[in-house]
């Protein structure tokens, strides 16, 4: 019987976040240049090219974090269902967003996505503190990028709302 080594959950929780990242970015590559580019955007708004390794960082950070998690409470157990739920549930969230944005085209509804992503995120975040406070940390960064996601979904959708 073989067993798992040591360092295979650590790997494997930092790296699932990625996952919806992965399944999102057919959507995003279509829709940039043929959808997105027609929407006027504010002038603060970063480049492009920003986002993929700034997700990519976050991703990277929440999945350690949600492995640090699991570790303190001794693995999947009732006492991990709450913090490993909400944290499920704004990977769920996180992930439906580009379909639902890019791949829709429903800028209003994306913005309730986010929100809705960004409340589990928080919560997320909050049962983590108690757990432990350097996973609670690693969602800071989440946090901050989820607000100016946010602001500019809102600022496209204002700006855009007569664009289907």
Not at 5 to 30: E, M, Y
Not at 63 to 73: D, T
Request: proline share 7%; glycine share 10%; net charge positive.
């Amino acid at each position: 019987m073989e067993v798992v080594p040591a360092w295979a959950p650590a790997v494997g929780f930092t790296i699932l976040p990625h996952a919806g990242g992965f399944l999102g970015r057919n959507i995003t590559k279509r829709e940039i240049p043929t959808w997105y580019e027609t929407l006027q955007k504010p002038s603060w708004r970063p480049p492009n090219w920003v986002f993929a390794p700034v997700w990519g960082t976050l991703y990277t950070s929440m999945g350690y974090g949600s492995y640090l998690v699991w570790k303190e409470l001794g693995g999947f157990n009732e006492k991990s269902v709450v913090p490993l739920g909400l944290y499920a549930g704004n990977l769920a969230l996180n992930w439906a967003w580009t379909p639902i944005f890019f791949g829709a085209h429903q800028m209003g509804w994306g913005l309730v996505t986010l929100l809705l992503t960004t409340g589990a995120a928080t919560a997320t975040t909050a049962s983590w503190y108690n757990i432990n406070k350097t996973a609670a940390y690693l969602m800071v960064p989440y946090l901050a990028w989820l607000s100016l996601a946010s602001a500019l979904n809102y600022r496209i959708w204002k700006d855009n709302c007569n664009k289907k």
